[in-house]
């Protein structure tokens, strides 16, 4: 078996979760967050379309994790990101976080967009 080591410039992988927290990069925060190439920090949730939207360029695919339970982004959301260029993908929170984790580690640009479980 060969062996990688995983370099993740700015962006930082996802390290843990639980009620109402994510650990990012070494350090917690409480509530909705979005990560991705130019960092992690605190997001307003579906109503924040714009902080989303300002990813484009920078990334290819958005992670969105819908909390504990798979739901709908709600399409004005979907339909500006996409507008701007960039895949949008529904899932539950910690199953974004793996995924997320997985490409970011293939070198891939993607950013993530996490509801608390």
Same mark, same amino acid.
Request: hydrophobic share 45%; charged share 15%; with cysteine.
């Given at each position: ?9 700015? +962006? $930082? ?6 009620? &109402? %927290?994510?650990? *990012?990069?070494? +350090?917690? %925060?409480?509530? =909705?967050? *979005?990560?991705? !190439? @130019?960092?992690? $920090? ?7 379309? /714009? @902080? ?5 360029? #920078? *990334?290819?695919?958005? %992670?969105?994790?819908?909390? /504990?339970?798979?739901?709908?982004? !709600? =399409? !004005?959301?979907? #339909? ?12 539950? @929170? !910690? ?11 293939? &070198?891939? $640009?993607? =950013?993530? +967009?996490?509801?608390?479980?």
């Amino acid at each position: 078996m060969r062996l990688n080591e995983v370099t993740f410039n700015d +962006a $930082r992988p996802v390290e843990g979760y639980g009620p &109402g %927290f994510f650990r *990012i990069g070494g +350090a917690v %925060f409480e509530g =909705a967050v *979005i990560s991705g !190439p @130019s960092g992690t $920090r605190a997001w307003a949730g579906y109503d924040d379309v /714009a @902080s989303l939207v300002a990813l484009a360029g #920078q *990334i290819d695919v958005l %992670f969105v994790g819908t909390g /504990a339970e798979v739901a709908h982004v !709600p =399409a !004005p959301l979907r #339909q500006a990101v996409e507008d701007a260029g960039v895949g949008v993908e529904a899932m539950t @929170s !910690p199953a974004a976080c793996r995924t997320y984790n997985v490409l970011l580690s293939e &070198g891939r $640009r993607v =950013a993530l +967009a996490l509801l608390p479980v």
